[in-house]
């Protein structure tokens, strides 16, 4: 979380939020976090944000719909 805030892409406040989030994403789409978190800013901001904006957080957690956004750091099922 302290880069995306250094990013100014969240603020502190939202830090269980934001983790609940990328939870939900690591479920779904077994994410790959250690290329995810060396990644450069451009592709960390875009799974980042992809994430944030299209997780629906209206059936519990942990969230299963992504809309269509599948992240750049998406692993192999």
Do not use: Q, Y
């Amino acid at each position: 979380m302290v880069r995306a805030t250094k990013m100014r892409l969240m603020e502190e406040s939202e830090n269980v939020d934001r983790m609940m989030d990328i939870e939900s994403a690591d479920i779904k789409f077994n994410l790959r976090l250690d290329d995810w978190l060396i990644a450069d800013d451009f592709n960390f901001a875009h799974d980042f944000l992809g994430i944030r904006d299209s997780i629906d957080r209206n059936n519990g957690f942990p969230a299963k719909n992504f809309g269509f956004f599948v992240p750049r750091f998406a692993g192999l099922n």
